[in-house]
């Protein structure tokens, strides 16, 4: 069974950062490509960023591109989403996901495996 734990969401004034965290299994992490969604309060839920299994190859939505980075350290079973100079409009919950591939990630709403997620505030 999969299990995707984020953390490290809060609350953060416009233009600070936030890293968020994602701890899974050493087995997720080997056979899946990894991502993060997010879903604003009365919105769908949108991609935010995926990479490859071995960090190779990144993806981001263009509203995040410059901003967000995302990393994984595979020796400590976790996947990163570093968010910088944050907007009020980044303000949701922020969900952890695993899917088969990096475009699959990237072009699906509805991912195999996703965590409880981890709420982000930005205020303006």
């Known amino acids: 069974q999969v299990q995707l734990v984020e953390s490290g969401g809060g609350l953060v004034q416009a233009g600070g950062s936030l890293r968020l965290s994602c701890a899974t299994s050493?087995?997720?992490?080997?056979?899946?490509?990894m991502g993060w969604f997010r879903q604003a309060s009365e919105k769908e839920r949108e991609f935010v960023a995926a990479i490859t299994w071995s960090g190779g190859t990144t993806s981001y939505a263009g509203s995040v591109k410059g901003r967000f980075t995302i990393s994984r350290d595979n020796s400590k079973n976790a996947v990163y989403l570093q968010m910088n100079s944050l907007k009020p409009e980044d303000t949701a919950v922020y969900y952890c996901?695993?899917?088969?591939?990096?475009?699959?990630?990237?072009?699906?709403?509805?991912?195999?495996?996703w965590g409880q997620g981890t709420q982000v505030t930005v205020s303006s």
């Open positions: 050493a087995r997720t992490l080997r056979t899946h490509a």
């Open positions: 996901a695993a899917d088969v591939g990096i475009q699959t990630l990237a072009t699906t709403d509805s991912p195999r495996y």
